[in-house]
């Protein structure tokens, strides 16, 4: 069965459905991880693993969505629930650039109280004062709020946005994009297409984006396969997405902890990226995610046709809030990648070379 | 099987047919880029041996003593008598450490200067007495070694009367490496050799008594050495048969520092992989998950490995050495480790006797059931 599947993306065909299937269900590790690894390297044959230096701030946590796996939001008047201002946050940008970042990924809960306007602020200020920042700010579920604020559309939300200087939109959100696990877990985000039309509208107007993925939780193999199979579909239209970005659920301190019998762990993670990288042909790159997964896994994930690290993250509270703590250093990952067998190559946002070290 | 190494379809079919690996197949498995080549391998070897079954057990680490004459330089866990965090344990708490559902205990120490042997014996012989049910694992090769140098006694002896006193198997530490150039340079020539190591486990297999072996590894050694390691333990299995499973050590970098960082999770996998091929001879391969971490255990489970070793509710040597994972796991996060690979959990004695098969209700797929 693996060699059908190989041969078949040897002839430049595309993965269906009952491939996706039996690689997440049946497939021996190994055998999946080697023919990842093997497309991997014919993709991009360099043994290079990109990363960046990025910082991951949040400017408020007042959120009306009440997601089942969340562990970092409080409701609106909450005692623990806070809102930073325009130049609080841009405090933050610039304790990141300080330290060497290129990327600031900000993200923050549903907070109808905020106008476009701050949203349109936090992007040309940080171009204005920090033009070596990459503002990638602002999940699909907050621009779907942007636009239930402003009484705009989604798409003149992004045209705002795009003039104050964003080019980039980080992937969050995705979850696992089925109707079904969404409305179980995420009801009042609104079901996949909420997620797809942000990225079909940002990439139809040039933005760049990526995918994520939560897995481990109450999905089923073809919620999984839905997933795929929408960024895939939306991916051949624009060619927008830069990477693909699977995690898995932390259940601390969630609603959704009870609902969950076994963590996803290790395994679980390496056979995901596996199938990522075979079954989505045309997403460039695959990242491990060190700070969910854990570096060890991050570090055999390179080998199960992983090509990005991710970044350093200076600063994360959503995971901290489910009692989830990594932390990094740029040498660290250096090391890291170059003990594992690979070159490290700090990137962009964009993923354009900045520095091989 | 496709190999992105080609040398490796040369071993592969050695693999296929029951050859036994070469010295110079040994190296190509350690020096490859093709790290899940080597894996698929092992993975299949294991396979054929154990199919999906993934062994584990109830166990207590026992340290009486860390007090020791040697001063091996990859050791973080020896002190001497009266120095600062030594300690020596009595009869009555050893005994008192090993709890109602324990099945094995591990017992581990120093080289300690004046401890008698007959102290040991009365170690064992109280443990038996007070728990028969409880199988007793204890005293590496090195302190058989150090019994016998101590005391002027030979093996043969110092074993029968430990297998009198209760003694059923025995640990497979202190081999380190097998390496003159290595014993001299992280100081344990003080420690039986190569020859002396294989000697006692020799003698204790023709007693009947089951051992381990293992390897330290990761730190200033070459890959021969760790092949030449491997070859010697075949060697000797070959001759006296008695090992049930091998453990490959990662050194822990701690406090002693021998290395900047320690070897990464791709080394720990290979090392058991070429463990599980060249080891045609051994019944098990183990991934020690205390020195590995959970992530790497459980992923090793395709490379070959049988046995996570058990739940360890003290493991001073390693941690003081400096390993991460806090000592002690229960029974639950064993099963994690063994499910999230597809594995199915059996709990076995320190003989390998299964105690009970658990049912796996986790498939392979990286969804999970709804309840």
Redesign the interface.
């Known amino acids: 069965m693996i060699?059908n599947i190989?041969d078949k993306i040897l002839d430049g065909k595309r993965l269906d459905r009952d491939d996706g299937r039996w690689l997440?269900?049946?497939a021996?590790?190994?055998?999946l991880?080697?023919l990842a690894?093997?497309v991997r390297?014919s993709r991009l044959p360099e043994r290079a693993v990109t990363f960046v230096i990025d910082s991951n701030p949040n400017y408020t946590n007042a959120c009306v969505t009440d997601c089942q796996f969340c562990a970092f939001y409080r409701k609106p008047g909450h005692p623990e629930a806070w809102t930073l201002t325009v130049e609080e946050v841009l405090a933050k940008v610039e304790s990141a650039a300080r330290k060497g970042a290129t990327t600031v990924l900000l993200q923050g809960g549903h907070n109808p109280e905020l106008p476009l306007e701050y949203y349109v602020s936090l992007v040309r200020e940080t171009r204005r004062r920090f033009p070596q920042i990459t503002p990638h700010f602002f999940t699909a579920s907050e621009i779907q709020t942007m636009a239930r604020v402003s009484g705009l559309g989604v798409g003149a939300v992004l045209d705002r946005l795009w003039e104050a200087g964003q080019r980039t939109l980080p992937g969050g959100g995705a979850e696992v994009l089925s109707a079904r696990v969404r409305q179980r877990i995420a009801a009042k985000k609104g079901g996949p297409e909420a997620w797809l039309e942000v990225h079909r509208e940002a990439h139809r107007r040039g933005f760049r984006s990526t995918a994520t993925l939560m897995?481990?939780?109450?999905?089923?193999?073809d919620?999984?396969l839905e997933h795929l199979d929408a960024v895939r579909e939306l991916q051949d239209m624009f060619g927008g997405f830069t990477a693909f970005v699977p995690w898995s659920f932390k259940p601390g301190n969630t609603l959704l902890e009870k609902?969950?019998?076994?963590?996803?762990?290790?395994?679980?993670?390496?056979?995901?990226l596996a199938?990522s990288r075979l079954y989505l042909d045309n997403v460039p790159h695959i990242q491990a995610s060190w700070f969910s997964?854990?570096k060890?896994?991050g570090?055999?994930a390179?080998?199960?046709g992983v090509d990005d690290w991710g970044g350093t993250l200076f600063e994360e509270n959503v995971h901290k809030a489910a009692d989830f703590v990594n932390t990094i250093s740029v040498e660290e990952i250096v090391?890291?990648i170059r003990?594992?067998?690979f070159a490290p190559v700090q990137r962009t946002t964009t993923y354009e070379v900045v520095r091989r070290w | 099987m496709?190999f992105?190494d080609h040398r490796l379809a040369r071993v592969w079919d050695k693999v296929r047919a029951g050859e036994r690996l070469s010295r110079e197949d040994g190296l190509t498995l350690f020096e490859t880029?093709?790290?899940?080549?080597v894996?698929?391998m092992a993975?299949h070897a294991k396979s054929e041996r154990e199919g999906d079954r993934v062994y584990f057990v109830i166990n207590r680490y026992i340290s009486p003593t860390n007090v020791c004459v040697l001063s091996c330089a990859f050791c973080g866990f020896a002190r001497r008598e009266g120095e600062a965090g030594a300690f020596e344990h009595s009869i009555e708490d050893i005994v008192g450490m090993v709890r109602e559902e324990v099945r094995e205990v591990h017992i581990v120490g120093g080289h300690h200067p004046d401890w008698p042997f007959e102290y040991y014996e009365r170690v064992l012989a109280a443990l038996h007495a007070a728990r028969p049910d409880v199988q007793i694992k204890a005293f590496t090769a090195a302190e058989i070694d150090w019994f016998c140098r101590r005391w002027k006694l030979e093996p043969v002896e110092v074993l029968t009367r430990l297998k009198a006193a209760g003694l059923q198997t025995m640990p497979g530490g202190g081999a380190e490496i097998f390496s003159a150039r290595l014993a001299k340079l992280l100081r344990y020539t003080g420690k039986a050799n190569a020859d002396r190591w294989c000697e006692i486990h020799g003698i204790a297999h023709s007693l009947g008594i089951r051992t381990n072996a293992t390897m330290l590894y990761g730190h200033v050694e070459t890959l021969a050495e760790r092949v030449d390691h491997l070859l010697r333990l075949r060697a000797q299995q070959d001759a006296s048969g008695g090992f049930l499973t091998f453990i490959a050590l990662p050194y822990q970098v701690g406090a002693t520092r021998l290395v900047p960082?320690p070897?990464?999770?791709?080394d720990n996998?290979r090392t058991i992989a070429a463990a599980r091929l060249l080891l045609d001879n051994f019944p098990h391969v183990e991934a020690y998950w205390v020195l590995l971490?959970?992530?790497?255990a459980?992923?090793a489970?395709?490379?070959g490995a049988d046995d996570v070793n058990g739940t360890l509710e003290d493991e001073r040597v390693q941690h003081m050495a400096g390993a991460e994972t806090p000592a002690g796991l229960a029974r639950e996060q064993l099963f994690?480790?063994i499910?999230?690979?597809?594995k199915v959990p059996v709990e076995r004695d320190a003989l390998y006797n299964v105690v009970r098969v658990w049912q796996c209700?986790?498939?392979?797929?990286?969804?999970?059931?709804?309840?």
Not at chain 1, 259 to 272: C, E, H
Not at chain 2, 33 to 37: M, R, T, Y
């Open positions: 060699e190989r997440l269900e049946k021996p590790l190994l055998e991880g080697a690894q093997e390297l897995y481990g939780h109450v999905e089923q193999v919620d999984l609902w969950v019998k076994q963590v996803a762990g290790p395994n679980a993670y390496l056979r995901l199938v997964e854990g060890r896994a570090q055999i390179l080998h199960f090391a890291l003990e594992a067998g | 496709r992105a880029e093709d790290l899940l080549g894996g698929r993975d960082r070897t990464p999770p791709a996998l971490g959970e992530e790497t459980s992923v489970l395709h490379f994690r480790i499910r999230d690979a597809g209700e986790v498939s392979a797929g990286a969804a999970r059931a709804e309840r």
